[in-house]
């Protein structure tokens, strides 16, 4: 079955940096649109990033661009989420997920995901 597995969360300070791995399996990685979400308690699950199959294309959530960078390696079924300057509020449980597509389009909405990994913690201390 699909599987997506965050890895890369931690306790940093604010200023720091950190770089998020989601690790693909059960799946075609190259079909997928993948996307990086987040979630603190009492909210709903939030957009942060995504990037079309082929790393042709990306977007980025308003309080995210300039500070963070998705990526992909479609050779090792992995995206990461290169996260710097971070600040207390992005402080977050941090999702990945996939979305299967015929095209370079790319989604923004949680429910253009098919598939979630369980989320990595990033907590950012002031």
Known sequence: QVQLVESGGGLVQAGDSLRLSCAASGLTFSNYGMGWFRQTPGKERAFVAAISRSSGDTKYGDSVKGRFTISRDNAKNTVYLQMNSLKPEDTAVYYCAAAFRTSQ??????EDYDYWGRGTQVTVSS
């Open 105 to 110: 389009r790319i989604g923004v909405r949680r």
